[in-house]
């Protein structure tokens, strides 16, 4: 019997991918707090972790060994239900860090539960890209297919960015207040996102032939 409701509780993780470890400001850090600030209005909850506050080893593992901190950041992905991954644009590409996240996200692929689907099938992931440069648009979709491609749904929408004026040097965290089309698609983002990962917990993919 199908039990999920629209109250059912539901955890999310955000990774803040920004190259600026704490307590340095970072423009990417307010976009998610706020996807997780709307998402507590659909049940959520769930924490943000700045990626740059961790020795993230490089590599395609799980574990990559002594002084590795992504097995306790994957012990939080794995037991979320929604991944958010907040990036700047850097050099029109998501950051080196957001890039790395991804590889360590790979090793999901050697996964699987007893009846061979991977563990991310669970879960649903979002997206928040900040910069002062174009090519928000092609970051999400880079973002977007490396998600897809190591297990995660996406929801229609499943992005909130903001852009500011090229080869100027306003930040999103210096903004008086957040453009109302950035609100309005953080909300859609929380909204959708929200939907299938409240689906997932019940309605799980098929078995993996």
């Known amino acids: 019997m199908d039990t999920t409701t629209h109250t059912t509780p539901l955890r999310a993780v955000a990774l803040v991918c920004t190259l600026a470890p704490s ?54 992905i794995t037991g979320c239900d929604m991944l958010v991954l907040s990036t700047p644009i850097r050099l029109g590409h998501p950051s080196s860090l957001a890039q790395r996240v991804l590889e360590r996200l790979d090793a999901e692929l050697g996964e699987s539960d007893d009846e061979g689907r991977v563990l991310t099938y669970g879960k649903a992931a979002a997206v928040c890209v900040v910069g002062n440069e174009d090519g928000a648009h092609k970051v ?52 959708n996102t929200a939907h299938p990962a409240r689906r997932l917990k019940t309605a799980a993919y098929p078995p993996s032939s």
Do not use: C
């Open 23 to 76: 307590p340095k400001p970072s423009s990417s850090q307010l976009p998610a707090e706020q996807a997780m600030a709307a998402l507590a209005d659909h049940g959520v909850t769930g924490k943000v972790i700045r990626i740059a506050d961790h020795d993230v080893t490089p590599g395609v593992g799980t574990d990559m060994g002594d002084g590795d901190a992504w097995p306790e950041i994957r012990g939080t």
């Open 140 to 191: 999400s979709a880079d973002l977007f297919q490396g998600l897809d491609d190591v297990g995660f749904s996406l929801a229609p929408n499943a992005v909130a960015y903001w852009v500011g004026e090229a080869m100027q040097g306003t930040d999103y965290q210096d903004l008086d207040k957040t453009p109302e089309k950035t609100a309005a698609t953080t909300r859609t983002l929380a909204a």
